[in-house]
Nanobody, 121 residues
Framework: QVQLVESGGGLVQTGGSLRLSCAAS????????MGWYRQAPGKQRELVAT???????NYADSVKGRFTISRDNAKITVYLQMNSLRPEDTAVYYC???????????????WGQGTQVTVSS
């Protein structure tokens, strides 16, 4: 099994910053990609950012230039630095890991429990 533990959410004013962390542990053989999704009330879950094992990043248009995703391979941790936050960034943020676990021939996706980010106007 794989466990993902998120931290770093909270309440911040418009224009402020937050840094989310997501640490993975368990029977991990290799990781293809890590990243973040978010879900606002009444809306579908949307992709925020991803980073591959090689360091290639991808961002939603709405966060480009404001958010930065990074990872620490040794700690199996992914980070999301969020700057210039806006009220529309308010959502529950979920991290994910896509990869191969020990004894599994197929890649699987694992999810964190979610962390609330609230941006006040």
């Amino acid at each position: 099994q794989v466990q993902l533990v998120e931290s770093g959410g909270g309440l911040v004013q418009t224009g402020g910053s937050l840094r989310l962390s997501c640490a993975a542990s368990g029977s991990i053989f290799s990781i293809n990609a890590m990243g973040w999704y978010r879900q606002a009330p009444g809306k579908q879950r949307e992709l925020v950012a991803t980073i591959t094992s090689g360091g290639t990043t991808n961002y939603a248009d709405s966060v480009k230039g404001r958010f930065t995703i990074s990872r620490d391979n040794a700690k199996i941790t992914v980070y999301l630095q969020m700057n210039s936050l806006r009220p529309e960034d308010t959502a529950v943020y979920y991290c994910f890991v896509l990869g191969f676990m020990v004894g599994s021939p197929l890649p699987k996706t694992y999810w964190g429990q979610g962390t609330q980010v609230t941006v006040s106007s």
